[in-house]
């Protein structure tokens, strides 16, 4: 029977407590979500300033609306690139330092863009000819790069999370292979939290001068969170963006509306808009969102929303040193707390349900095995009650599960 695989894919997966579902959001405004009739207090969304409720936010897309109405109609390279792309791409340009960018439907697009794109050639014979080169990544990096890179024309080598002597020997691996190497890591890692280690690995790089690696950075996490203005790695005083080639970012998260872009040199972008399917065949982002991005990223400047948001993590921190919950070392919105299997971590997140609070489990493979886990979410709009509320829920259901350290 054809694909007979499915039913007993699925099964396996139920079985083991592995099967994803989707919940039905049918309301969300100021963290209280309604799901099937309930409504919980969310600490899991990746609107981190909340931006997305924003009033000025909201406006920029009904200005965009009015100006140029829902759809692009078409792709970046027919009719689908506008002012408004032209405009953000030349403010992300200015806060990143860096000469060119171009913007994508999303992170996931703008990632697997980059690891096809960049080892495509064009002659005059084929469009499609391979190059020969090499990916170094962190080992912890989201799916979206990492499955392009498995998928790309050339090797994949990873390196232990944020263990550069590990990266080092990779490089020295991929060097002996070609003289092609991208470098990959993320600003703040999108399940633990942490920080990627960003100067250190453009220091590594730097040490292979005979044949640079090009160190790429996925902000996606990072903007809007970390850098004095909130721009990201590049924004703080330990890395000089030009030691960075390619900064990728996300607009779906703490700039609350949704897309992705990449920044580099006139170049790099220029041979990205020519060889990246994933933009040349897809119609581009509308730009009503383009100017609602264009305000979310004023707001990071001015950072208002930011200090809310660092002071409720220094909040949320404080008060779990107090009750012994388990953390890993993360000061970022991400603060995941490690059951170790799944299961048990789907237990737990049911638990805090049934008490109003929304913590998704997330388990393998979106994270490694048995490292299954509560992920928690802080953001700029959850008051203390809030999580003088999630504290106490916590309590309960780790120590219930003996899960308190
Ligand atoms: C680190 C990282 N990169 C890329 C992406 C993909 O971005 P998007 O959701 O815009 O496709 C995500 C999304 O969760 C992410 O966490």
Known sequence: MAFDFISKSLKERADANLLRQRYCVVSNKDNI?????????????????????????LQGYVEGL??????????????GYTAEHKA?????????????????????AANQAVCHGLFTTHSASSENEKTSGSIVSDKLMHASFIQGAIDSPVKLLRYKHNDFSHAESQLLKANKQSDNILLATEGVFSMDGDE???AQLCELA????????????????????????????????????????????TFGKALGTSGAFIAGSHEFIEYMVNMSKHYVYSTSVGSAQMRATRVSLALIAEGVEREKLHNNIEYFLSKARMYSIPLLPSVSPIQPIIIGEPALAVTCSEALAELGLWVPAIRTPTVPANTDRLRVIINALHTQKDIDALIDGLVLVLSKHEQLG
Do not use: R
Request: net charge negative; aromatic share 8%.
């Open 33 to 57: 979500i309604e799901v099937n009739g309930n409504h919980y207090l969310n600490f899991a969304t990746n609107d981190y300033l909340g931006l997305s409720q924003h009033p000025q936010v």
């Open 66 to 79: 009015a100006v140029y109405g829902s759809g692009s109609g078409a792709s970046s390279v027919v009719t």
């Open 88 to 108: 953000l791409e030349d403010e992300l340009c200015e806060v990143l330092n860096k000469p060119a960018a171009m913007i994508f439907s999303s992170g996931f």
């Open 196 to 198: 990627g280690g960003v």
């Open 206 to 249: 730097q040490t292979h001068s005979q044949n640079k690696p090009w160190v790429m950075i996925d902000e996606a996490h990072a903007i809007g969170v970390i850098g004095e203005s909130g721009f990201g790695s590049l924004d703080t005083s330990a890395v000089n963006s030009e030691q960075v080639d390619i900064v990728m970012g």
